[in-house]
């Protein structure tokens, strides 16, 4: 597999000019940052979330990280519940199991991200599949963040990835 289809469209659509890192087979960001020998604060992962009317949001994260589901709650006055991994399936058919990428617009979902991403110098995203990371910098980040919110939203697990 490749970079899912909805993501590619979604950066050629914001002219960005991203590049595809490929590493061994993995699962979960913790064992993706592993693979890929990203350091965990670069390897954004994605959680998604839905409120009680249905609605889903997608927080983004460093992978070394934990949501804080009660802050989150309280920066966007909204409960939340993590989707159930059946309800995944359907909404990033473009894309295998677990590997979602961390770009909710691409997904025409409503999208809030970790303060501290802000700081990073380049980011790594789940590409779709199992084998490939997005790779963009500071810049191509921040253009495709611009109108999303952001607060501090998890806090960091203490893991470190040498790179």
């Known amino acids: 597999m490749s970079v899912a289809p909805k ?6 659509s914001h002219n960005i000019d991203y590049d595809v890192i490929c590493h061994p087979y993995s699962e979960g960001s ?3 940052a592993m693979s890929a ?11 998604i ?8 949001i997608m927080a983004v994260l460093p992978a070394g990280s934990v949501l804080r ?3 989150l709650q309280r920066t966007l006055s909204r409960e939340f519940k993590l ?4 309800k995944l399936m359907d909404m990033f058919s473009d894309c295998e199991h677990g590997a979602i990428p961390a770009l909710g617009d691409a997904y025409h979902m409503d999208m809030i991200y970790e303060d501290s ?20 910098n500071n810049d191509q980040f921040k253009a495709l963040v611009q109108h999303t919110k952001h607060a501090h939203i998890s806090f960091n697990r203490g893991f470190a990835v040498a790179a």
Do not use: W
Request: no cysteine; proline share 4%; hydrophobic share 35%.
């Open 69 to 71: 589901l009660k802050r």
């Open 117 to 136: 991403l802000s700081n990073q110098d380049e980011y790594f995203i789940e590409a779709g599949d199992h084998r490939q990371l997005i790779h963009l």
């Open 49 to 56: 979330l839905e409120d009680h009317e249905g609605k889903h």
């Open 30 to 32: 913790l064992q993706t």
């Open 83 to 86: 989707l159930p991994e059946n």
């Open 37 to 47: 020998r990203v350091p965990l604060e670069k390897m954004v992962k994605a959680v």
């Open 7 to 12: 993501v590619t469209q979604f950066l050629k």
